[in-house]
């Protein structure tokens, strides 16, 4: 998911690139809550009829699934913020704020989409500076990184 922000002068231009979520984690938990209800209940059932075992056995299949989601939300959640400025570009990382940031001089820059070099693995969207080089994008698919791509290569040699 792209989002292209520029400001009222026109002399930065902000490229913020976040993966694609499918859900709010609001809507996450309540599908988690219930059917943890739903496992439960049946984990009861069972319980009651002296199959001991089907209790903690649920109990450890919940725990799974509560760190599968909450994992894939935490990583859901990262933004990638590519700032063009007359002389520098700037890559801020982070999820709420910026965790990482890189700078490079936009006069060497150069965006490089990198294939792999077979079909099974995708490409590789590189900016590369002074023996540098930032992977951008990593979680996009193949048609967004080639569509970013496309708008970081205008937006630089602008």
């Not at 890559?91 to 490079?104: A, D, L, N, Q, Y």
Request: charged content about 20%.
């Amino acid at each position: 998911m792209l989002f292209n922000l520029t400001n009222e002068k026109n002399i930065e231009k902000t490229i913020m690139v976040m993966p694609n979520r499918a859900m709010p984690w609001q809507q996450i938990m309540l599908i988690y809550f219930f059917i943890s209800f739903i496992t439960i209940s049946i984990a009861l059932g069972f319980f009651s009829q002296g199959l001991t075992l089907i209790l903690p056995f649920a109990g450890v299949e919940l725990a799974a699934l509560g760190a599968v989601l909450y994992i894939s939300a935490w990583r859901s959640n990262i933004k990638e913020v590519v700032s063009v400025t007359e002389n520098n570009i700037r890559v801020e990382i982070g999820r709420k704020s910026p965790e990482k940031t890189f700078k490079f001089d936009r006069a060497w820059a150069q965006i490089v989409l990198e294939r792999s070099w077979n079909n099974w693995y995708p490409s590789r969207l590189l900016l590369r500076s002074h023996g540098r080089q930032l992977e951008i994008g990593k979680f996009l698919n193949e048609q967004e990184r080639q569509r970013l791509a496309i708008e970081l290569n205008k937006i630089i040699k602008s």
